[in-house]
């Protein structure tokens, strides 16, 4: 039997994988030689996210705008001011504006006390018309 398995701490060879993982749970240098690598992975890890994070920084939109030069935007005329006669309405301008729907007051959980949400494919959509249909009642 060949023996091609060691221990990467104290060098001791074994003659299966099984002999080698007991060993590996036993061996006090293997502990102390996975804390190494795993601390120096660790470090490793945490120098890259900061140079990833410096380089977010540095190519951010404030450092960006700082080198280009912007042009002065031409000052628009409101639409709604005419200087000739035609005397004309904005039907945008002339439609009062949409009512804002009814605050909707939030369902709360009595055992926690946090909000329940419903999905949007549950909402509820109550149609209102002003022409009567002859299969519903007529709303007030």
């Known amino acids: 039997m060949v023996n091609d398995l060691h ?7 074994f003659g299966s994988r099984k002999q080698l993982s007991a060993h590996a749970s036993q061996c ?7 804390d190494k690598i795993y601390d120096h992975k660790r470090k490793l ?15 951010s939109p404030e450092r960006v705008l700082d080198d280009i030069d912007i042009p002065e935007q031409p000052e628009v005329q409101d ?3 005419t200087d000739n006669d035609d005397h004309y309405i904005d039907v945008e301008m ?10 909707i007051n939030p369902v709360v959980s009595q055992r926690s006390g946090r909000r329940i949400r419903m999905p949007a494919r549950f909402a509820d959509f109550l149609p209102g018309s002003a022409t009567h249909l002859a299969h519903m009642p007529p709303t007030a």
Do not use: G, I, V
Not at 94 to 103: L, V
């Open 94 to 103: 002339a439609r009062p504006p949409s009512p804002s729907p009814p605050p």
């Open 7 to 13: 221990c990467l701490a104290c060098s001791a060879t």
């Open 45 to 59: 890890d945490k120098k890259k996210r900061r140079q990833d994070k410096r380089a977010r920084c540095d190519e």
């Open 28 to 34: 006090a240098l293997n502990f102390s030689f996975t």
């Open 79 to 81: 639409p709604s001011f």
